[in-house]
């Protein structure tokens, strides 16, 4: 089958990336369900749209981005393909009416969220489509020991087998081998059922730099530094709230043009900054909170102020650069004081059984006070001796994620599902979880302290041990 001409008659383009035409003759020929590994900017959404548009049946994409749908479903409706999603950003008319549309046969691809799979009318109802493949995107949410597990994920195998099992496509830019092997069996699947498509993580445009830094007014004279060299839309990464805006009002006083961007900020104002971003070449200043969903292809450096929790999140953070092709500075700013900041986020992003058991059992007693008195009256039951410590958002949040509570405190509608999060109560998974948490900063700290070449300390990390190019000329150790 020519599938260059499909390519060029849906997508406008004449010949496909590495490793794209591989996948579609998988799926469409063999009928085989692929694991898909490819950098940030590599075209995975080729791999499962086009074959969607040249079979018969539907697709189901799984994104858990919001941001991330709506690009890619803007970008196939300009091209004139029936696509839609279904998420928490669209009212419950909406929701019903694509989800009709889709059952009509009039979405050939419906992006929809992981929360999806908890809304039982939903599931009963989709389960009546002609479903011929399942895409799931961020795949390496599926696997608790990834760096960024969503429990809902957890619910693909049963939604797969309720749809009847139709062809998989799992997609993700950053799995390490034993990530990769939980996704395949939490999929339900055996590893000869399933063909990996590994296609590096190498970004040789990218120029990876790391500086040992002593003290804030050095980190800010790195990056001073940084920017009179480097022009153009850029982002620089900050842990902490705090540290971003005394760094943003340095800025202003010294008349560098810049936006801000972080969790705590009002939904329009991040949205307007999102779209301004996206829009102009401007220098942003951000936490970990800004990122996902973004598609600038002419981003020329990312500086990381503090050290990041893992290195998959900091490859992920640095895959946004230089997509278009050309070279990007990828800076990393190490103080040692970063490891003990680092090492209290995961403390507090790791609540013990014990936590997650008064937690609940005040949910279970007194459910109409908490929502009228909020998570003060929360932190003061639980005694929070450290007002920055956050593990009851943590808690609040998983409960959700594993579906033992619906609603929220911030709109005084939080109630328990009935469905007991065994997970969170056993406290050997909980001290694994915490174990895996902290290998993953001290091999974040161990990139920092490579000796030989950051590329090639990448590739291993992610499973490519027989990386070639020991002597990449991209990075501050070979160059």
Known sequence: MAYQKHLEKYFGHSSFQDGQEAVIKTLIEEKKHCLLLMPTGGGKSICYQLPSLISEGQTIVISP???????QVSKLKAKNIPADFINSSISKEKKESRLRAFLAGKIKILYVSPERFRVRS????????????????????????????????????????IIGNPLTIVLTATATPIVQTDIIKSLGLEEDEIKIFNHGIDR??????????????EKTAAILQALEHYSGAGIIYFS???TLENFSEMLERNKIPHIIYHGKLPHRQRRRTQKDFTDNDTLILATNAFGMGIDKHNLRFIIHAELPNSVESYYQEIGRAGRDGLGSLCLLLYCQEDISKQMQFIAWSNPDEKFYARLYAMLEDNIEKVNSEGSDYLREQLVFKNKNDFRLETALAMLERYGATQGSLQKSNLSLTGDFPEKLFDKDHLAKKLLSDQKRLLDMVNYYKEEKCRHAFIANYFGFENYKNKDCGNCDLDS
Request: proline share 3%; charged share 25%; with cysteine.
């Open 65 to 71: 981005l919001i941001a991330l749908m709506q690009d």
């Open 122 to 161: 939903f599931v009963s109802e989709i389960s009546k489509a002609n479903i011929s493949l399942l895409a799931i995107d961020e795949a390496h949410c599926i696997s608790s020991w990834g760096h960024d597990f969503r429990p809902n994920y957890s619910r693909t195998a049963e939604f797969r087998k």
């Open 204 to 217: 040789p445009n990218l120029r990876l730099e790391a500086l040992d830094t002593y003290s804030d007014d």
């Open 240 to 242: 902490l709230i705090k």
